[in-house]
């Protein structure tokens, strides 16, 4: 199912990040996950304006805990879910990569 939407390098980095943290997948975590896998600093910025970008193409979705947290002044906290849509673009950015990495073994060793 093609889904006609680009999605960069760091858009599908955040979107498997969400994958992997399954219910976790708050921003905090996220950043937490990307800096520890990418091996980078990840901007609180950089993160919002992705997070909020895949929310426009609707690749990913979010609700509002009901629970309070005490350290964030009794706000919730968002919680992030990879859409049907997001999944449709990952696996077609995966197949995309993999035609395009295909016979190159020797030239990247």
């Known amino acids: 199912m093609p ?6 390098e760091f858009e599908q980095l955040v979107l498997l ?14 950043r937490a996950k990307l800096s520890a ?10 993160l919002y304006r992705t997070l909020d ?3 426009e193409k609707r690749l990913v979705a979010w609700d509002l805990e009901e629970d309070q947290i005490p350290e964030r002044g009794g ?9 049907a849509e ?7 950015s995966r197949t995309t990569l993999l035609e395009l990495w295909t016979g190159l073994e ?4």
């Open 106 to 109: 020797e030239v990247l060793r």
């Open 75 to 83: 706000h919730p906290r968002r919680q992030f879910a990879t859409t």
């Open 17 to 30: 990040a969400i994958l992997q943290l399954g219910d976790d997948a708050h921003a905090i975590d996220i």
């Open 3 to 8: 889904t006609n939407v680009i999605i960069g």
């Open 37 to 46: 896998i990418a091996g980078r600093t990840i901007s609180r910025g950089a």
């Open 53 to 55: 970008r895949l929310a």
């Open 86 to 92: 997001g999944i449709a673009a990952l696996s077609e």
